[in-house]
């Protein structure tokens, strides 16, 4: 993966935890407290500052209720949307621009 490509990987999938955290009616230190690190940690995964080692990521997914292969999957599907939602706006401008906004209406869009 590109540098491009982990930065958009980190911001769906900080979109999808914030939705699912949401959804679920948990706090960022409730969610900590179940995978073992800090609130701050969680508002860093949000945010797409930090990725999430693969032990993590595989809690995060079943603390959703969800297998590893589905949550994956949706984070995969969040990051394609956004690209394809980029390039239909401009083409090209994935490149250029801060990804957050249109990956947060993505899952907005895809999620509900």
Excluded: C, W
Excluded at 8 to 36: I, N, P, S, W, Y
Excluded at 96 to 109: E, N
Aim: proline share 4%; charged share 30%; aromatic share 6%.
């Amino acid at each position: 993966m590109t540098s491009p490509d982990i930065k958009l990987f980190r911001f769906a999938l900080g979109a999808l935890v914030k939705h699912l955290r949401d959804k679920h009616e948990l706090t960022q230190e409730a969610l900590g407290v179940r995978l073992g690190v800090q609130q701050a940690f969680i508002a860093k995964i949000e945010r797409g500052s930090n990725g999430l080692p693969a032990e993590k990521y595989v809690v995060l997914a079943r603390v959703f209720g969800m297998k590893i292969d589905k949550f994956h999957k949706r984070v995969e599907d969040i990051v394609e949307a956004t690209r394809r939602a980029a390039n239909a706006i401009k083409p090209g401008s994935l490149d250029t621009v801060d990804p957050r906004g249109l990956v947060r209406f993505v899952v907005a869009l895809l999620i509900t």
